[in-house]
């Protein structure tokens, strides 16, 4: 992937190819020492235990995060190791935040490797392994395992390879239709190339400063906002659509419900906010409400305006959809809609258990009765994300980041957005954020990356314990 790159120095004659290159060479170098060092390992009698499985995730993210930073260094672009890994690492993740103030001096090639970075983040980088593993005979269900955390996941097929490479085909088809949509909307090729690839992945890397509002286009914004939409729906449930013709799983799937459902709402309190209170007629209320709500909800990060602008109303709804996310099984980040939706089913059988207090009243999703086990791992996860929140909006007051910026900045990198709310818009200098905060952040991306437990795990020493 990053000799890949390296053909736009080529061909367009700009300063990175050495950067790709030595990059590129040094990954297959070191490739090859851990595969040495693999060689005399019997993998029938060591095989991989789900423990080993939270541990190659983890080392994954990590190792593919350092070598992506090296055309960053190698290139002179950014000159720091801190700021390099940051930027490789929020585009891994999906998050969007950038630390580099004019994107567009960027090569083509850098510009590029960016948005690469989103797309092959946006399955996670365990996912894309999934369908190599099989080659090599090791674990792919315990990695599979650690990287798909979740209150539910669905098996398209008994093989989970099988089922990587047709996610892996939706994902796909996904990002050459936005491709062509937005080229015919009258946007550049290679524009159009490095957004569809940051749409699918739900990210929200730019080729312009400006990000989407550059375009100054109608077209263009209502193209994003639908491929943004569709990218947050669950890749199983698009798989049955796409490749079944099983329309119906869709309509009937009650995460999906949930998901347009609270889409649809904040548009609406927004759109009608704007219209209020905003110079905006009717449709440009409803368009900039239906983006930005979607772009928050989706975790995508695209922008047409600076939404801490806009009454302070907005903001707590802004703040709202930065924690909700959208489907599970999809690209997205934040807490999902099906844990919004389990939650809340929880919280209405609670009321009707205090007046009956003998009754069994179950919690059913698509018909089925969601076990104890699974509403106990759904209220504990929230538990530990808002506590990640909170605990990392007091990190950020204790390195002295202001205390709007500060909270907006937690929110934003657990629930792996980009954008924030705060004094400083809705895209603070991240290049002015302390070394300490950058390193936080970074923390911060990869535990909302990976739903919180696959990393929180690794740091309890029961897990470090001899089994």
């Known amino acids: 992937m990053l000799l890949s790159c390296s053909l736009f120095p080529i061909f367009l004659g700009e300063n990175d190819l050495f950067g790709f290159i030595m990059g590129g060479l040094a990954t297959a170098a070191s490739g090859l020492v851990f595969l040495l060092f693999g060689q ?14 939270y541990i190659v995730v983890a080392a994954s993210w990590l190792l593919f995060s350092v070598f992506g930073s090296l055309p960053y260094m190698i290139s002179g672009y950014i000159t720091g190791f801190t700021d390099a890994f ?4 929020s585009g891994f993740t999906t998050t969007g935040a950038t630390i580099i103030k004019d994107v567009e001096t960027l090569p083509h090639g850098l510009l590029f490797w960016r948005s690469l970075t989103q797309w092959i983040g946006g399955l996670g980088i365990v996912f894309f392994t ?8 090791v674990g792919e269900t315990q990695l599979f395992a650690a990287e798909a955390i979740g209150p539910r996941r669905r098996k398209l097929h008994p093989r989970i390879g099988i089922s990587g490479r047709w996610i892996l085909t939706v994902y796909l088809i996904i990002t050459i239709l936005c491709t062509i949509a937005l080229r015919l909307c009258g946007m550049e090729l290679f524009d159009s190339v490095n957004h569809a690839l940051c749409t699918a992945a739900t990210g929200g890397f730019s080729t312009k400063n400006a990000s989407i509002a550059y375009f100054n286009s109608r077209s263009i914004e209502y193209v994003t ?9 669950n890749y199983g449930l698009l798989f049955f659509v796409a490749f079944k013709g099983k ?4 309509l009937e799937d009650t995460e999906f419900k949930w998901y347009l459902f609270v889409i649809l709402l904040f548009t609406v309190i927004v759109g009608v906010s704007l219209f209020i209170s905003t110079p905006y007629d009717a449709a440009d209320a409803f368009r900039n409400a239906l983006f930005h709500v979607t772009a928050i909800i989706t975790t995508t990060g695209f922008t047409t305006t600076d939404y801490t602008l806009w009454p302070p109303f907005i903001w707590m709804i802004i703040g709202l959809c930065m924690y909700l996310g959208a489907c599970a099984g999809s690209t997205s980040g934040g807490m999902k809609a099906i844990r919004l939706a389990i939650l809340t089913k929880t919280m209405r059988n609670e009321f009707h258990r205090i007046l009956h207090p003998n009754a069994v009243i179950p919690v059913r999703i698509n018909g089925k009765v ?7 791992s759904v209220l504990t996860f929230s538990l530990f994300f808002l506590a990640l929140v909170f605990f990392g909006w007091f990190f950020y007051l204790a390195i002295g980041v202001d205390i709007t910026d500060a909270y907006g900045t937690s929110l934003s990198c657990l629930s792996n957005i980009g954008l924030t709310i705060g004094n400083h818009g809705c895209n603070i200098p991240w290049d002015n954020m302390p070394v300490l905060g ?3 952040s970074a923390f911060l991306m990869v535990v909302g990356r990976l739903e919180v437990f696959a990393v929180l795990l690794l740091l309890t020493p029961s897990f470090w314990k001899h089994r």
């Open 130 to 137: 999934v369908v190599v593993l099989p080659v090599f005979g």
């Open 438 to 440: 950058k390193w936080f």
């Open 40 to 53: 005399k390992t019997d993998h029938k009698e060591s095989g991989m235990t789900r423990r080993d499985g």
């Open 247 to 250: 329309v119906h799983k869709l």
């Open 370 to 376: 969601i076990p104890q086990s699974t509403r106990h």
């Open 225 to 233: 906002t639908f491929f943004m939409f569709i990218s947050g729906i």
């Open 86 to 89: 940051f930027e490789t690492i």
